[in-house]
């Protein structure tokens, strides 16, 4: 297996932020609920508009299992309350990730292979 860890930042959309809060409350309880390799799915909010989610999986198959499990959740949190979505990725992705991630996140995704660090 091998654990990724992902940085997403988007913005509230103005007047939203009452729904997107109600909204990503929906989402944290369907990652509970139904993900079963999310390490870490944590949600941070600066001056009301900007936001920053540390995740982590224990593989690309469990990244794949969670975009599955809230694909829909997602759709509405982006066609209703948030702009400016984008991913950055540290780790090895399976193919099947990287094709999906590029699919999805065109040109909003940005992958990092480690280098060098106190895990080598």
């Known amino acids: 297996m091998n654990r990724l860890d992902v940085i997403a930042r988007m913005q509230v959309r103005n ?14 309880r369907q ?5 079963t390799g999310t390490l870490r799915y944590d949600w941070f909010l600066s001056n009301d508009t ?3 989610i540390l995740e ?3 593989s690309s198959d469990a990244w794949i299992e969670h ?4 694909g829909e959740a997602l759709d509405v949190l982006f066609s209703e309350y948030a702009d400016n979505h984008n991913v950055l990725v540290f780790g090895e992705p399976s193919p ?7 699919r999805l ?3 909003r995704i940005k992958w990092f292979s480690f280098l060098n660090g106190l895990k080598s």
Not at 15 to 28: C, N
């Open 67 to 70: 975009r599955k499990n809230i």
């Open 50 to 52: 900007d936001v920053e």
């Open 105 to 107: 996140m065109a040109g």
């Open 96 to 102: 099947e990730l990287f094709e999906m991630g590029n």
């Open 31 to 35: 990652v509970k609920e139904k993900d």
């Open 56 to 58: 982590a999986y224990v």
């Open 15 to 28: 007047g939203k932020l009452d729904g997107f809060k109600k909204h990503v409350a929906e989402i944290i």
